[in-house]
């Protein structure tokens, strides 16, 4: 009966839990399993309906809606947290302050880090730009310099070159020689002495310009003050003056136009190579020939407002010069004006041509020379730089003669 007892009471006890609590581990493993198979089937049913993928994005936006929020609700309390500290600091800054004297020998000394390098003053002073120049400069020509190189390197026209610096170029390019000390003038223009003889007004209108434009220029150092009349301006004779955009003509230091077979007396002017009358002789075919081997130039073009109205073919000492066109000589010699030895040729159809600084004449006065036939050598006499050829080609105007020259 005892036994039955026992067994009766092991029946209604239950059984103590293990150590670290098995018992309830285990009723935890029986539950969690029902809880992922209903999941897993609620997620299959949604996905077989289709709808998985809108339920995603769905939960995807209200999170970052969320998120958002949760980001505007801490930054507006960041902002009003800095607003409450700025409005303590203002109001204990509102009432008077006392100022404290320091005393810069009893301050204390501050341990500073010591630095290598190179110390700098401060500079105090404002930095001025450079101003527009007013004053002539002078430049020393060198070797291998041009009047169109010297105008850009100082921000000029190349004809304000040759107007300011008449008495040492004379108006010629080629004129241009190492050593020259030239005028720059400081705007373009031109560079005059005022002689009188006439009232200013008109001098300055001969250039272009007003006498006021003239006067009250700050690089000529007048005083505007002491003219009443600018007109008739007491300007003291023999003064140098900057006229200011003023224009002029050059004055002309090459050939003559209409140097024809019927009237070469007409070149006189130029030297000992002017010819007398010829009649008849070869007459020219209205088309031309390169007078020389090379068909490029070595310095200057056809440059009417730098004087230069003929090109500068490259050629060296000795090779031949031809004529362009057939017709007849009318000036072979020399030539008082810079072309050193010259020649001419009138083509008989309103056209002549000019080949000029020449070492060697192999023509003379009055002959007649067919196109491409030998009638000189490259040289550099006269006013020259260099060895080349210097042409020109005039009919009643001095023309471009790569106009009409073939292409090289």
Known sequence: ??????????????????????????????????????????????????????????????????????????????????????????????????????????????????????????????????????????????????VFGIAEKFGLDPQTILWGNYEILLDDPHSLQPGQELNILPVDGVYWEWLGGLSFGSWAEFYGVTAADIIEYPGNNLDPKAFADYENANIEVGTWLIIPGGKREFVSWSAPLGVTRENPASARVLGAGACDPVSGGAVGYGYYVYPTNKHYLSGFGYSPETNHNGIDLAGNEGEGVYAADAGVIVYAGWNDYGYGYMIMVDHGNGFQSLYAHLSALNVGCGQSVGQGEVIGAVGSTGRSSGPHLHFELMAGAKVNPFDYLPPP
């Open 1 to 146: 009966m005892m036994t039955d007892m026992q067994n009766n009471f092991k029946e209604d006890v239950p059984e103590p839990a293990d150590k670290g609590g098995r018992k309830e581990q285990g009723i935890a493993t029986e539950t969690n399993p029902r809880q992922r198979n209903f999941l897993a089937r609620w997620m299959s049913s949604l996905v077989e309906m289709g709808l998985g993928e809108p339920l995603l994005r769905i939960g995807t936006n209200l999170f970052s809606i969320l998120a958002i929020g949760i980001v505007i609700a801490l930054v507006q309390g960041f902002y009003r947290q800095l607003e409450g500290s700025s409005s303590k600091t203002t109001g204990q800054a509102s009432g008077p302050v006392a100022t404290a004297s320091v005393d810069s020998v009893s301050a204390p000394a501050l341990d500073l880090p010591i630095i290598d390098g190179i110390s700098r003053s401060a500079q105090i002073h404002t930095n001025i730009p450079n101003r527009p120049r007013q004053e002539i400069t002078i430049y020393t020509v060198q070797e291998g310099d041009t």
